[in-house]
């Protein structure tokens, strides 16, 4: 379906305490975390172990399915990670990223 940005109007508005609880139940990023980008795949490392994703730019533009879990994707998450590992050495990035 096509969405307008009129069709906000008909949610509803959260405000004070519940505007901030919805926000810090939903997985927010803690640390630094690093990304590599291809024009097809986006990578992102999480430095404190929750959670790795990967995106399939391609068929899924606005990032909705991670699926770094997705075993037909090894090969592409292996690369990208070297890819990562190798930018972090170069730049001499002191948190390294695990290699495969």
Request: aromatic share 8%.
């Amino acid at each position: 379906p096509t969405y307008h940005l009129s069709d906000l109007e008909a949610l509803e508005k959260p405000y004070g305490r519940r505007a901030l609880m919805s926000s810090l139940h939903a997985r927010e990023a803690e640390g630094r975390r690093k990304m590599v980008r291809t024009k097809d795949w986006k990578y992102v490392h999480d430095p404190m172990g929750d959670k790795d994703e990967l995106y399939d730019l391609v068929n899924d533009p606005w990032e909705l399915y991670n699926v770094v879990e997705d075993l037909a994707h090894s090969e592409i998450l292996a690369d990208l990670r070297l890819k990562l590992a190798d930018w972090s050495i170069q730049t001499e990035d002191a948190k390294a990223v695990p290699l495969p």
